[in-house]
């Protein structure tokens, strides 16, 4: 049989290793068999009579470039941006794009203020008119005025909080609550500053309530014959302590005429013929106290006494009228004539 070695059709080596151009010896023998039909097995013939071997199975592992960029994909940051960032960008954009036109902008507003006005506009959002309650005719009438609403309006377009503010800005005005009540209503409860004294200056006469805030002006002392009187300058920073003044001086009842402040400092207790009582810088509660009690034991404010002078609490001193002192030298004149 002739060797295959001098009609082979493939190069030595093209099949591993192991050499097929044996001699006919070798090619025959059985220990040879089961590489032969591996060989077979592995070489065929395409329709032309060339060689062809079929092709290789590719590796399951990633080159190390696809496992770099798998390992990069799995990164929080890229991931998140892949999720959100990119997402984000393509909606600013196209936002971007679509509102750089100056009319698309312009029909976009419109729109939305149609829309909030169709909705603002309902019946059940209307407010139809303003109730007040605690306040007098007078302040209820500056309240509407300071507050000019033109109704019907819209309930988002009250600033309760502000109408509050000026609201309360009134001098009569101590507290005040600002609502929209159901039916259309804005409730307003007012609680008024109650006035305690008639507060007498060179600019004016204005009432004060108890700390000393100004609640109104009046034309004249007789428009409030019914509160008490007090003068001078800084006399409504005192204004408790003239409180507790007139309190103690209740005794004197229709001879009181009011109180006059003093550099701002202390108070004088002014009575009618004239009669003044001077009282200390502190503790002045106590010294009217003490001479209203002199005065029901001896008499001293009945007799010709023009102040009483308690500025200094350890020596009280009586200036007298000039009738009383007048007569006093005339009778000692007298008296001193006779011996």
């Known amino acids: 049989m002739p060797s295959l070695k001098r009609f082979s059709l493939v190069p030595r080596g093209f099949f ?17 068999a089961n590489a032969t039909d591996e060989s077979r097995a592995r070489f065929r013939l395409n329709a032309g009579g060339l060689a062809k071997t079929p092709g290789k ?12 960029v798998q390992r990069w994909m799995l990164t929080p940051g890229i991931r998140l941006g892949l999720r959100i960032g990119i997402p984000f960008c393509l909606v600013f954009a196209i936002g971007s794009g679509f509102l750089a036109s100056e009319k698309r902008r312009d029909a976009l507003d419109a729109f939305v203020g149609d829309i909030r006005a169709s909705i603002q506009e309902r019946p059940e959002f209307m407010v139809n008119l303003m109730a007040i309650d605690g306040a007098g005719q007078n302040l209820a009438e500056d309240i509407r005025e300071v507050v000019p609403l033109d109704f019907p309006v819209s309930s988002f377009d009250l600033d309760v909080e ?31 500053r109650q006035p305690v ?14 700390t000393g805030a100004h609640v109104d002006d009046i034309p004249t002392r007789a428009s409030r014959a019914d509160l008490p009187l007090i ?67 001896q008499d ?3 007799r010709d006494v023009a102040v009483v002078d308690m500025r200094i609490g350890a020596r009280p001193t009586i200036r007298m009228t000039e009738n009383a002192v007048e007569e006093w030298w005339r009778i000692r004149k007298t008296g001193g004539v006779g011996q």
Not at 58 to 68: E, I
Not at 166 to 180: C, D, E, Y
Not at 240 to 246: G, H
Request: glycine residues 10%.
């Open 16 to 32: 591993g290793s192991r050499d097929l151009a044996k001699t006919d010896a070798e090619f025959e023998s059985g220990e040879n």
């Open 57 to 68: 199975r590719s590796d399951p592992a990633p080159s190390r470039l696809s496992y770099r």
């Open 162 to 192: 502000q109408i509050r503010d000026v609201i309360t800005g009134l001098a009569p005005v101590k507290t005040a609550a600002v609502r929209v009540r159901p039916g259309g209503i804005l409730q307003v409860d007012v609680i008024e």
């Open 197 to 210: 004294v008639v507060w007498r200056t060179r600019d004016g006469i204005e009432i004060l309530d108890h």
């Open 231 to 297: 003068v001078g300058g800084g006399a409504d920073e005192a204004v408790e302590e003239a409180l507790a003044l007139l309190r103690a001086s209740q005794p004197l009842g229709k001879r009181l005429r009011g109180l006059q402040r003093m550099g701002n400092r202390r108070w004088d207790v002014v009575l009618d013929r004239g009669q003044r009582i001077m009282l200390p810088t502190d503790r002045a509660v106590q010294a009217l106290e003490r001479v209203l009690a002199v005065s029901e034991v």
């Open 300 to 302: 001293l404010l009945d």
